[in-house]
């Protein structure tokens, strides 16, 4: 969540793997810890938010302005899930953001999207490699005009339990040309 929501990001030592104890100055990181699933995990999991991070304008371009930053859905609290994108000055793009605060997997949950076309899970904090459950949206999503959320169009995903979606814009479809 806070890697997807606007402002400067901030991990303190250790928390790239978990360490079990509070940083200490005058002792090592817990690098032994390493050796278990959980912690390795957490680093590697990390490390692709690094990279989603570096690789994603919209998640650093416009940090400090309003129009970097819009809900979809910020009072979803029977299903605790918050829903909103991240912008730049080009609509291609553009992010959404799903973050389910919920031990609940919804399957066929309909969202709101700013523009019809084409949306694909480009990171899913519950993939197995991260020790989560795997659940997810593994073809491209083509937003329906059904409106949700207020917005015209709409996409249906399966949200994992305890989980952040990242979804890219990827625009719409040509047209086939017509004689």
Avoid at 30 to 54: C, F, P, T
Avoid at 84 to 98: A, M, P, Q
Avoid at 132 to 157: F, H, L, W, Y
Wanted: net charge neutral; aromatic share 12%.
């Amino acid at each position: 969540f806070m890697m997807g929501h606007p402002g400067k990001k901030l991990l303190f030592m250790g928390q790239d793997f978990g360490q079990m104890d509070e940083w200490n100055e005058k002792a090592s990181l817990e690098w032994g810890l390493l050796k278990y699933d959980i912690h390795s995990q957490m680093k590697d999991y990390v490390k692709a938010l690094n990279h989603l991070y570096r690789t994603q304008p919209a998640l650093y371009r416009m940090d400090y302005e309003p129009e970097g930053f819009e809900w979809i859905n910020s009072i979803s609290a029977n299903e605790n899930m918050l829903v909103f994108t991240r912008n730049t000055e080009k609509k291609e793009d553009t992010l959404l953001v799903v973050a389910n605060f919920s031990p609940v997997t919804y399957e066929k949950h309909t969202v709101g999207v700013p523009w019809p076309g084409k949306y694909k899970e480009i990171f899913n904090s519950d993939r197995k490699e991260y020790g989560g459950s795997g659940a997810g949206n593994p073809r491209v999503k083509q937003s329906r005009k059904e409106e949700c959320d207020g917005r015209k169009d709409s996409i249906t995903i399966t949200v994992p339990p305890m989980s952040v979606l990242f979804f890219a814009y990827t625009g719409t479809a040509p047209r086939a040309a017509t004689n």
